[in-house]
């Protein structure tokens, strides 16, 4: 048990209560961490002076770490991989169509009763709702919803033909987009850049628009001259669309089952690629995972992740590749099946991966959102509290919070940290799989395994690979795994093995002892650098946000060092500025490529 904050005093006991959002936020069973953030208001600091600071900034560390190493144990309570809502959202009058984040603070859900609305995160996983919403604007139902990637611009879609886009800060109404056909929109996504924004709907079109540049977008007179180009397919509503993460190319798919990869950058109607009937009964659902690599290193081009759901309950992920004329060899881009989740019991509604790629959620028919490793193409849990079937799904920025929309009206929040821990993937340490941009899914799974974890046939491929195929029937039938493969002698090879050349046995041997030192090194130098870790915590940061003192600390830290009262910098002592925390997306960016190469 986590001791308590001895220096806290509280002035009353604190009722639950829900707030005025219509937000209800359960408890964690972090109970004194939980207590001192989310009923702050209830506590005083005793003796809360300069001469204290060393000693709060020490607790609040402690606690903090205390935190990290129980992250989790509220799930584990609600049945292992099943955690519970952390908080429930009551705002809409009908269905809930959409939901998205913008880093972890903004999150903002769409509803067939017309309306978009936004709601702020506060400490303790609290949504309130802004003072601006909700948004009103269509005049239908509101289909899609989605932040710009710098968090500046909110664009929803509706039945009623427009795409509005927002001004995030304020609330107001930048430009509508109305295609000429007038025709209920289905979706609409921002481009990784920021530069641009796609629709699709009920016209059997996809189209592109440039919105780098407002002063364009502010005449309604003719709204067409932002629209760089429609894109047609068969006779079938565009249902889901996605970007590349580099924002060069354009995925759609349809109800008629079809996936369809275009140029985004130039202005080519014709499809790059067409995969017919990818999913029986229509595709719901598209979205590409930040990863880009290629599993052959030998040719140039790329490759990316593409998941998919569809109403034939089928979860799939595509290998989409885009190939390079440099070479003088096949260029032709295509889409090819790659895995098939299995599950869900009921049509998959929407699929998002995390912003890191390590982490897949799935929304389905079933009630249920679905967590998958996309790299090791397991699941990893399931989130229950919807009554009827889940339309939306959506990750916080650094992966810890999942927020879904549903036909029963509610938005739920899920703490999904502790449920995807025994999920992270280990990074491989091939050349082949260190000279992908990120972290991106191999057939063979065994080069993202350790060698300690392989199983018998990992054991078996490894001496195929190695031009020691003969030796695959004796290892496999004494079971040789990785762990006793670590173990093998010289001895061991020849008389119980039957390896009775020398040279292959001190191959064997000297393979093994490689297969130690690399793993030796890769863990040595996991070592993080001084810059990702919190001051406070000393931990490696997930959250950075920059303080007016000039240093990041990790959210949750610094929030909890300014709710005790402090008013000065944990490292200086300094008075602050002002007590605005900004995301350094840079920073958090630089975290999570070295999570995913050493972690």
């Not at 209560?17 to 208001?41: Q, V, W």
């Not at 009630?367 to 490793?373: E, F, I, M, N, S």
């Not at 990785?482 to 020398?502: F, H, I, M, P, Q």
């Not at 890769?522 to 490696?540: D, G, R, V, W, Y």
Request: hydrophobic share 35%.
């Amino acid at each position: 048990m986590v001791a308590p904050w001895h220096h806290l005093t509280p002035r009353r006991a604190p009722q639950q209560h829900s707030s005025a959002s219509g937000s209800e936020c359960g408890t964690s069973s972090l109970l004194p961490m939980t207590d001192f953030i989310k009923y702050k208001n209830w506590y005083r600091m005793e003796g809360a002076d300069d001469k204290d600071h060393f000693r709060d900034l020490e607790l609040i560390r402690e606690r903090c770490s205390a935190r990290n190493k129980n992250r989790g144990r509220n799930g584990e309570e609600a049945g292992g991989t099943r955690p519970m809502p952390v908080c429930v959202i009551k705002g809409h009058t009908n269905d809930v169509t959409s939901v998205d984040f913008s880093g972890r603070s903004l999150l903002a859900t769409g509803s067939l009763d017309k309306s978009v609305r936004v709601y702020k995160w506060q400490i303790g996983d609290k949504f309130v709702e802004v003072s601006y919403s909700p948004l009103l604007g269509h005049t239908y139902g509101v289909n899609s919803v989605n932040f710009s990637p710098f968090g500046s611009k909110l664009a929803s879609a509706s039945i009623d033909g427009s795409t509005i886009i927002w001004d995030v800060k304020s609330g107001e109404r930048l430009c509508s987009l109305l295609p000429a056909s007038e025709a209920a929109v289905r979706v609409c996504a921002f481009s990784p850049n920021s530069a641009l924004l796609a629709t699709g709907g009920d016209d059997d079109m996809a189209g592109i628009w440039d919105v780098s540049t407002l002063s364009l977008l502010r005449n309604e007179h003719s709204p067409e001259n932002c629209l760089l180009r429609r894109m047609c397919g068969d006779e079938s509503t565009v249902t889901s669309l996605s970007f590349t993460p580099d924002s060069c190319y354009l995925a759609t798919g349809s109800s008629g089952g079809e996936l369809r990869v275009w140029d985004a950058r130039y202005g080519h109607s014709v499809p790059l690629a067409v995969k017919a009937e990818a999913h029986d009964l229509g595709v719901s659902s598209i979205h590409f995972s930040p990863s880009i690599g290629k599993e052959n290193t030998g040719t140039l081009g790329k490759q990316y992740l593409l998941a998919s759901g569809g109403q034939d309950t089928e979860l799939h992920l595509w290998v989409v590749e885009i190939g390079s004329q440099v070479l003088g060899g096949d260029s032709t881009p295509s889409i090819t099946l790659h895995h098939s989740l299995q599950g869900h019991c009921a049509p998959i509604m929407s699929v998002r991966f995390s912003a890191n790629g390590s982490f897949l959620a799935s929304a389905s028919g079933d009630k249920t959102v679905r967590l998958w490793d996309p790299i090791k193409q397991i699941p990893l849990g399931v989130l229950e509290g919807h009554k009827r079937y889940v339309t939306s799904c959506a990750f916080s920025d650094d992966g810890v919070l999942v927020a879904a929309g549903s036909g029963d009206r509610v938005v739920n929040v899920w703490r999904v940290d502790g449920a995807t821990t025994g999920g992270q993937s280990s990074t491989s340490t091939t050349d082949t799989v260190r000279k992908l941009h990120v972290r991106f899914p191999s057939h063979r799974l065994r080069e993202n395994t350790r060698v300690i974890d392989w199983n018998c046939e990992d054991v078996c491929e490894w001496l195929v690979e190695q031009g020691l195929a003969e030796y695959s029937h004796n290892f496999r039938s004494h079971v040789i795994d990785g762990r006793e493969l670590l173990s093998v002698t010289d001895d061991v090879l020849e008389n119980k093995l039957g390896v009775d050349a020398l040279g292959h046995r001190n191959k064997i041997l000297r393979l093994i002892h490689r297969c130690q030192e690399s793993q030796t090194k890769k863990e040595a130098s996991n070592e993080p650098p001084s810059e990702f870790l919190c001051p406070i915590t000393q931990e490696l940061i997930c959250d950075p946000v920059l303080c007016a003192d000039g240093f990041t600390y990790e959210r949750v830290a610094m929030e909890a060092w300014l709710a005790s009262g402090k008013r000065t910098s944990p490292m200086t002592n300094e008075k602050l500025a002002h007590l605005v925390l900004t995301p350094n997306r840079t920073l958090r960016t630089l975290i999570q490529k070295y999570r995913e190469d050493n972690i």
